[in-house]
């Protein structure tokens, strides 16, 4: 495998980290012996756009609450990331504000009261965009891989919502399923 094709794995950043621990970005990249950062380009309120709204069982044009980031691998982008909150659970607390938050959205979605207990990941190819293109340095056409993730609390009721773009040749994603537990 290439050196630098990148090999994701969901779980890592589907469950809160104990205080005082960094990112799980930042970990994971660590753990295969790389550098991953990620620069926030915009956070607060937005009007939800449709499929947003549709998994959030909201009104198109809803106010939602979402984080806009580039991740980057070894200073490279690899990954635009929008991540999406109901508005009553994020305005006002740090999802909503450019700062990094200490432990991840996760572990403050956790704090707030709020715990994933069902996730839903689709993924398809595309072309990316003009400006997918430029912000992910990818060559004309190279095809991208979109995840969209859905984690549901308890309740069944949708927290987040993420909505990720990839650079298909610098990619491997990675699913375990765990069927003597029932867990994927």
């Not at 309120?45 to 449709?50: D, I, K, L, Q, R």
């Not at 190279?142 to 993730?149: G, H, Q, S």
């Not at 549901?152 to 298909?168: F, G, H, W």
């Amino acid at each position: 495998m290439s050196a630098n094709r990148w090999t994701s794995t969901s779980m890592p950043y589907l469950t809160p980290w104990e205080k005082g621990h960094g990112d799980a970005w930042g970990a994971d990249a660590a753990a295969q012996g790389r550098r991953g950062t990620q620069r926030i380009v915009f956070a607060g309120e937005v009007p939800a756009p449709a499929e947003v709204a549709r998994l959030f069982g909201l009104a198109e044009g809803e106010p939602v609450v979402v984080r806009r980031r580039v991740i980057l691998l070894d200073d490279q982008p690899n990954e635009l990331t929008d991540t999406y909150y109901p508005a009553d659970i994020a305005r006002g607390t740090g999802l909503a504000g450019t700062a990094k938050i200490r432990g991840g959205a996760v572990t403050l979605l956790a704090e707030l009261g709020y715990v994933g207990a069902l996730v839903r990941e689709d993924v398809t190819a595309d072309v990316p965009s003009e400006e997918e293109q430029e912000a992910l340095r990818t060559a004309p056409h190279e095809p991208v891989l979109r995840l969209t993730r859905v984690t549901l609390d308890r309740d069944e009721r949708p927290i987040q919502v993420d909505r990720m773009v990839m650079p298909a040749l610098r990619q491997r994603l990675r699913y375990e399923i765990d069927l003597a537990n029932g867990r994927g």
